[in-house]
């Protein structure tokens, strides 16, 4: 096919697409195509056939590069920017991230990468090179981490923002903190409640678990991979201040279930 031809066709096929109600008849031919499996079984089957070979997927790989330019990822932001400034896109993209599918999608590619990725997260920015190297700069000085701090902890202190973040994540408890509620509910029954699912807020924290008996107390549960030696102070310090006494207990101590009842009722009972 011949350069004009081409020409001539892409630009009727545009014209043909300003036109919403073409789109729209277009749009729905493809999703009922789409939902033949036998369709799309075939369809990725040629993929896969297609980038299995070397030469194809570093074409793929230099074409992409090429057209990723700085240019164009200014013009990408900006049309980002104002995309993200329309209320109806942003509500739009909060019901695709709420769809119970699209959540185990999400939780997979989680998983996935926390096993791949260090913790570290200038090591993991630089592991998984999806950034440039002015945001690598950038998250390297401790001033631009503090400046992303105070603006975090603004925010926290809006109760519309706390119950906006807090909805979205639908957070739920984890195995340890199902093994903990079932011990607490079995040695002292009714005395504590499960809030680790941003049901309750004292100084801008969510603590875990607490007490509903009329005692001013706490129970957090601390994992060990993820928490560092100095959790626990910062935990009882900041809750102290609103009057809270708080226990916390480490992932580990769940395996010692003896030790850890005597240490949950010397706690409770204790004035």
Known sequence: MKSKTKKAI???????WKDPLYREKQLEARRKAWKNSERKRKHVERLKEYFSKKINRSKHSKAAKKS?????????????????KDPEYQFMIGMIQNNPSYKKEAAYKAKKSAKLIDRDPIRK???SNRCSKAALEHWKKPESIKVASKIAKKHWKDPKYQIAICKAAHR?????????????????????????????????KNPDFINIGGKMKLIELAGDYWHDK?????????????GFDTLVIWESELRDLNNLIIRIKEFNHDA
């Open 172 to 204: 739920k408890p984890n195995k340890a903190e199902k093994k903990l509620d079932r011990i607490l509910q079995k040695i002292l029954p009714k005395e504590y409640k499960y809030v680790g699912d941003f049901t309750t807020f004292i100084g801008g």
């Open 10 to 16: 892409s630009n009727t096929v545009k014209e043909l």
């Open 230 to 242: 100095s959790y626990p102070k910062k935990r009882i310090k900041c809750f102290k201040r609103y």
């Open 125 to 127: 920015l630089k592991k």
């Open 68 to 84: 990723w330019s700085s240019k164009r990822r200014e013009s990408m932001s900006k049309k980002m920017k104002k995309l993200w």
